[in-house]
């Protein structure tokens, strides 16, 4: 369980919810400050951006992304519609000391080794390795070393990557979250797997244990809180026709608040392993469940047969459980008139 200022993220507690707000700014600050309040008035608990020297990150001869290529109509390369994205560092301090005014967790991905560097000088309360990052072990190290808490995805990797890698994160740092992944914008129902979430919880227990949910809709995010979660990330936008690589898999500010509404409702329901009958049930269970009735008259002396009774709403005197293994043929010690409810006062002690 982790506590991150004044937010506890762990198992039994409130789903911790991110508006990924990654590059949706289009490289424009002011868009980025707006995405931070829409995050907040929305309900999310944190909002998360990415930080990146472009140079750093991606060569000239990049070729572009499937994603870019289907989200972006612009003749742009990959390096080229990075460098539109890319925001100074001097924008994440800005940025920061708004999460902080609006009571949200300030989250960065850093991309490369500098901006991890200035993230962790930064004092950022959490820092994401993104998919892409997973076997970048120089970036791991610096990340693992300054012992902030670490949430990990694990979109476009083999298994035994993401065991390694995850495995050598904790060996600095106990405050790790293994986040269920499918590396597409958006990504399909069939792709997703959820049922990965237990292989997640099963080798890393020591973890916590979310998703990152690239899907169109609420339904799979949803579905996901059932396998344990206990962290939900969201692509999230102002605006889904604009410009940009990743708007067309995001939620606009309506559907993220409609969509927050949704988990903390599904997760009322989620309830616990312990069974007892619901306090609201209770009046139907007075009413809906039968008591056992006289189908004609029964003298004193006579059996107490299933030919001579019926099984009514309310549920008065014994169980229909009582009747049947323990009183039924058997004689009654008083008459019992048609109609009436029969109890053990009509059988010999």
């Known amino acids: 369980m982790w506590r991150i200022k004044n937010r506890v993220v762990g198992d039994n507690q409130p789903v911790f919810i991110i508006a990924e707000a990654g590059v949706n700014h289009n490289g424009d600050l002011d868009i980025a400050h707006k995405l ?31 994603h870019h290529i289907a989200n972006v109509k612009e003749a742009l390369s990959h390096f080229e519609l990075i460098k539109k994205l890319q925001l100074p560092f001097s924008a994440f301090q800005e940025l920061k000391v708004h999460c902080e005014e609006k009571n949200m967790i300030f989250i960065s991905t850093p991309y490369d080794m500098r901006s991890a560097e200035f993230l962790i000088a930064l004092g950022v309360d959490v820092l994401k390795i993104a998919s892409s990052e997973m076997t970048n072990y120089p970036l791991l190290d610096v990340i693992r070393q300054s012992k902030i808490p670490a949430v990990i995805s694990t979109g476009m990797n083999f298994w035994k990557e993401i065991v390694e890698s995850v495995n050598f994160v904790r060996e600095y740092n106990d405050k ?51 396998f344990g979660i206990c ?29 927050i509404h949704a988990v903390r409702k599904s997760e009322k329901a989620l309830g616990s392993m312990d069974w007892d009958v ?66 053990r006062a009509f059988f010999e002690d």
């Open 36 to 66: 931070i309040d829409a995050a907040a008035e929305a309900g999310a608990d944190a909002v998360k951006f990415q930080t990146f020297i472009t140079e750093e990150l991606v060569s000239p001869e990049t070729p572009s992304a499937s």
């Open 176 to 226: 790790i979250c293994v986040l269920k992944c499918t590396s597409n914008y958006p990504a399909s129902a069939e792709s997703i797997n959820l049922r990965g979430i237990s292989k997640i919880k099963e080798n890393f227990s020591d973890c916590l244990v979310g998703f990152s949910d690239h899907s169109e809709g609420v339904e799979i995010s949803l579905a996901a809180l059932g």
């Open 231 to 259: 962290m939900l990330e969201r692509h999230f936008t102002l605006d889904k026709t604009w410009w940009g690589p990743d708007h067309k898999a995001s939620m606009t500010p309506a559907e993220f608040n409609q969509f």
């Open 278 to 343: 619901q306090t609201e049930e209770l009046s139907q269970r007075n009413t809906m469940r039968k008591g056992i009735y006289a189908s004609k008259e029964i003298k004193r002396g006579e059996l107490v047969t299933m030919q001579n009774v019926k099984f009514l709403r309310p549920p008065r005197g014994m169980s229909l459980k009582e009747f049947y293994f323990e009183f039924c043929n058997k004689p009654a010690k008083a008459d019992i008139r048609t109609g009436q409810n029969i109890t």
